[in-house]
């Protein structure tokens, strides 16, 4: 009787490490980390028609932490800095980017757009947010990877 209560007991021991050891499946993926870009898509009746590549030189990287949200952009071509601070929000597959502020060039359209919306496509180390027109077409998306 001594050795059946001590295997049920190693038994129950081992499965509750194995599921404490084990990430949940269920683990909603989220943006919070350091992600760079790697291409642009172009739409054309909701479907790809072009893939502009970042260059080797270029680099944009988003910053995402629980509620905030900044971006830079780097050019050696482009003399014309690019960056941007604000909040962000993630509700029914869009996300809301609410810039508080940013470069000179980025000043100029914050003052004219205060929400920047997009159909966000979220995986655990990629995401695309994809610009839509006013009929809800897709016409152009950011696509990242996560680095951090």
């Known amino acids: 009787m001594k050795k059946i209560t001590s295997i049920i007991a190693s038994l129950v021991l081992a499965t509750i490490l194995i599921s404490a050891s084990t ?29 502009i590549e970042n260059y080797k030189n270029n680099r944009q990287v988003k910053m995402y932490t629980d ?14 800095e690019w960056f941007g601070y ?8 869009t996300l809301e980017e609410r810039l508080e502020y940013g470069s000179f060039q980025m000043m100029k359209i914050i003052d004219t757009t205060q929400v920047f919306s997009f159909q966000l496509e979220l995986n655990k180390n990629t995401f695309s947010q994809i610009a839509l027109d006013k009929r809800g077409n897709k016409y152009y998306s950011e696509n990242y990877k996560r680095i951090e």
Do not use: A, C, F, H
């Not at 509620?67 to 014309?80: A, F």
């Open 67 to 80: 509620s905030k949200v900044m971006w830079t952009r780097y050019n050696p071509k482009d003399s014309v």
């Open 23 to 51: 990430s949940n499946p269920q683990e909603k993926n989220t943006l919070k980390g350091v992600w760079e870009l790697q291409d642009q898509y172009m739409y054309k009746n909701n479907m790809v028609v072009d893939t």
């Open 86 to 93: 604000g909040n962000y929000i993630v509700k029914d597959g």
